[in-house]
């Protein structure tokens, strides 16, 4: 693991100062000064990279008053090469410029939230130990910290469809169905972000190796697991699901990164391959006999265990409104339609699956 960074007081003295003098004011010797307290060898070469406005966007980036570890004002087209330079800071860099970032964003409350949803203990501090960018689109930070009693806890921190993915959250809970704890803030600077834990299992559609005998001892479960993930979804259009299934070790399926949801119109494009189809196909890819009966037999699982958990939503109807009605004004940002008209749609998807029976 990283080792810790820089002297984080020393280093957040050096941008306070830093941060009192007005953008058009910074001068290039203080911005290397503090590049070289984080461990950067040679800072002048660091800011002459050749990036569009790259001494604002390092700002950004040592901004302690924005979460973001990769500056949001970047033209796309150069996203990979500012990642790719945040990569080549040290580890330790990193973790200190992530660190400096907790106080005043919110982001050590919400940090602390999350620990208590994950563990059930109400830790007081942690230490950030681990800082990464990754390439994807709903998780753009990984970061682990490492709480008093010495666990480590590995999470993402997302800016990309946070609402979608906060809604659906409380849902599976509510009808009986395992979900990962997320916490959603929204910082004193106006900045939506989600932080979510690392999901520890097999994610079903995307793992390599995944053998024919893994899929005939475990398929069972899997296919029963997202019928019921699929039920949910289904009710709340929840659009993207293909490679969105991770099998736990505690033998149940959750869905992650939900981050498209209420797409309940018959025309509304959705990412989507029923397990059913995709397990046998994976299984048996030369063996169209062999393919087909598991295909039978797994859509047969799929289909009982699905209606079973039709049911179970039919029923949990009434607390399945109050929640979304408790989540109106986000409901109503995130789709941009009265609260009113999305929740009549859920409401039609769940009894009008019922009348399809």
């Known amino acids: 693991m990283p080792s810790a960074g820089p002297d984080l007081r020393k280093y957040e003295r050096l941008l306070n100062r830093y941060f009192r003098v007005p953008p058009s004011e910074r001068s290039a010797g203080e911005r290397e000064r503090i590049l070289k307290f984080l461990g950067i060898g040679n800072p002048r070469e660091f800011l002459g990279m050749h990036i569009p406005l790259w001494e604002a966007r390092v700002d950004e980036l040592l901004d302690p008053a924005s979460t973001d570890m990769l500056p949001a004002s970047l033209p796309h087209s150069y996203v990979n090469w500012v990642r790719g330079a945040i990569r080549t800071m040290p580890d330790g860099a990193r973790v200190t410029i992530?660190?400096?970032?907790?106080?005043?964003?919110?982001?050590?409350?919400?940090?602390?939230?999350?620990?208590?949803?994950?563990?059930?203990?109400?830790?007081?501090?942690?230490?950030?130990?681990?800082?990464?960018?990754?390439?994807?689109?709903?998780?753009?930070?990984?970061?682990?910290?490492?709480?008093?009693?010495?666990?480590?806890?590995?999470?993402?921190?997302?800016?990309?469809?946070?609402?979608?993915?906060?809604?659906?959250?409380?849902?599976?809970?509510?009808?009986?169905?395992?979900?990962?704890?997320?916490?959603?803030?929204?910082?004193?600077?106006?900045?939506?972000?989600?932080?979510?834990?690392?999901?520890?299992?097999?994610?079903?559609?995307?793992?390599?190796?995944?053998?024919?005998?893994?899929?005939?001892?475990?398929?069972?479960?899997?296919?029963?697991?997202?019928?019921?993930?699929?039920?949910?979804?289904?009710?709340?259009?929840?659009?993207?699901?293909?490679?969105?299934?991770?099998?736990?070790?505690?033998?149940?399926?959750?869905?992650?990164?939900?981050?498209?949801?209420?797409?309940?119109?018959?025309?509304?494009?959705?990412?989507?391959?029923?397990?059913?189809?995709f397990l046998p196909r994976k299984a048996f890819p030369g063996d169209a006999g062999k393919r087909e009966r598991l295909r039978r037999k797994m859509r047969g699982d799929y289909e009982r265990a699905y209606e079973g958990q039709m049911e179970t939503i039919r029923g949990k109807w009434p607390e399945v409104e109050r929640y979304l009605a408790g989540m109106h004004r986000i409901v109503r940002k995130y789709t941009g339609e009265p609260f009113e008209a999305v929740a009549g749609r859920v409401r039609a998807r769940i009894f009008g699956k019922a009348r399809e029976g």
């Open 98 to 277: 992530f660190s400096s970032k907790l106080k005043a964003t919110g982001l050590k409350k919400a940090v602390l939230s999350l620990l208590r949803a994950q563990t059930g203990q109400a830790y007081r501090d942690f230490e950030v130990v681990d800082v990464q960018l990754v390439q994807k689109i709903h998780k753009d930070t990984f970061f682990a910290v490492r709480t008093p009693d010495g666990r480590e806890h590995p999470s993402y921190l997302s800016h990309f469809g946070c609402q979608g993915e906060y809604i659906y959250s409380g849902l599976p809970g509510l009808v009986g169905l395992p979900a990962i704890p997320v916490v959603y803030l929204v910082t004193p600077q106006g900045e939506e972000v989600l932080l979510k834990p690392r999901m520890e299992g097999t994610n079903i559609y995307l793992d390599e190796g995944i053998s024919v005998a893994r899929i005939l001892r475990d398929g069972a479960w899997w296919v029963e697991g997202a019928a019921r993930q699929d039920a949910l979804g289904d009710c709340v259009g929840a659009a993207l699901r293909y490679g969105h299934y991770v099998a736990t070790r505690q033998k149940e399926v959750v869905m992650v990164d939900n981050i498209e949801l209420f797409h309940l119109d018959e025309g509304d494009v959705r990412i989507f391959e029923p397990i059913h189809e």
